[in-house]
């Protein structure tokens, strides 16, 4: 994950990114490690109720891992992931909203809307419930939240079908809002990504849209279209590779 974020980052510049989905931190600390890096001042929001899903529920008799650690029959995803933000220094560039994605997404557009926030993130990380349908309305609220030019929504687990299933089904909506240009420049940069359903990059499991607020004239959109390297015959939810690096 560091060498696509060192691309997106170094690329798009960040303004601020909403996490939705930490757990215990893992994907946020990576972030805020490489902004680190490139001296950028970006701060990330984990918005997460911290309590796990329904298989972590489910898989905690085992013997195996705990994801969920339960003490008193409560989860203590929330004390490790401070712990962990505390342990690798970035404390103070992570703030958590413990929240469900809908919860914590609807509250930015509130704090917006009364001027007690004065801009939207332009990078959503979505990596929460996983659960399918939920996953699709998630994504339509994060999309949303995202109006500024140069915005990225992207996550993890395209292996996972239920969040394959909803991000290609999502994507199908969005294809007069895909900022193609910077998807095709990111895809360049990025050895081994591939582009699927005309507008989804992948990379090693992330999947990642690229939002142009302002819309594609039809033109614009059949120039994309017709410069890809095979047709889009994108049919269900079958994903279609259109270019393959
Ligand atoms: C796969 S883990 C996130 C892993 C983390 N992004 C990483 O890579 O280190 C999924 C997380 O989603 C959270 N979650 C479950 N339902 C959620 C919801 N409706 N909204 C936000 N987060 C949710 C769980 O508590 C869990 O911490």
Redesign the pocket.
């Known amino acids: 994950m560091y060498d696509l974020l060192q691309v997106l980052f170094t690329n798009i510049e960040p303004t601020y990114i909403v996490?939705?989905?930490?757990?215990?931190?893992?994907?946020a600390i990576r972030m805020a490690e490489v902004l680190k890096n490139n001296d950028k001042p970006t701060e990330i929001i984990c918005?997460?109720?911290?309590?796990?899903?329904v298989n972590m529920w489910d898989w905690e008799i085992n013997d195996g891992w705990k994801f969920l650690r339960l003490e008193n029959g409560i989860p203590t995803?929330y004390k490790r992931f401070l712990a962990n933000c505390k342990y690798s220094g970035f404390e103070n560039k992570i703030l958590p909203i413990n929240a469900?994605?809908?919860v914590g997404i609807k509250l930015l557009k509130r704090l917006f809307s009364q001027n007690r926030i004065s801009q939207f993130p332009n990078y959503i990380y979505l990596?929460?419930?996983?659960g399918k349908d939920e996953t699709f309305i998630e994504l339509s609220l994060c999309w949303d939240c995202l109006i500024n030019n140069n915005s990225i929504l992207f996550g993890?687990d395209w292996g996972w079908e239920a969040v394959r299933e909803d991000v290609i089904k999502f994507s199908n909506t969005i294809q007069n809002k895909t900022d193609y240009q910077t998807l095709h420049k990111i895809h360049h940069l990025m050895r081994g990504s591939q582009i699927v359903n005309n507008n989804i990059l992948l990379y090693k499991g992330q999947w990642i849209l690229f939002k142009n607020v302002l819309g594609n004239s039809e033109n614009q959109q059949k120039f994309i279209h017709d410069n890809n390297s095979q047709p889009n015959n994108f049919s269900g939810i079958k994903p279609t590779i259109v270019t393959d690096r």
């Open positions: 996490e939705c989905g930490s757990m215990l931190g893992g994907s918005i997460d109720p911290f309590t796990g899903d995803i469900t994605t809908s990596d929460s419930a996983h993890d």
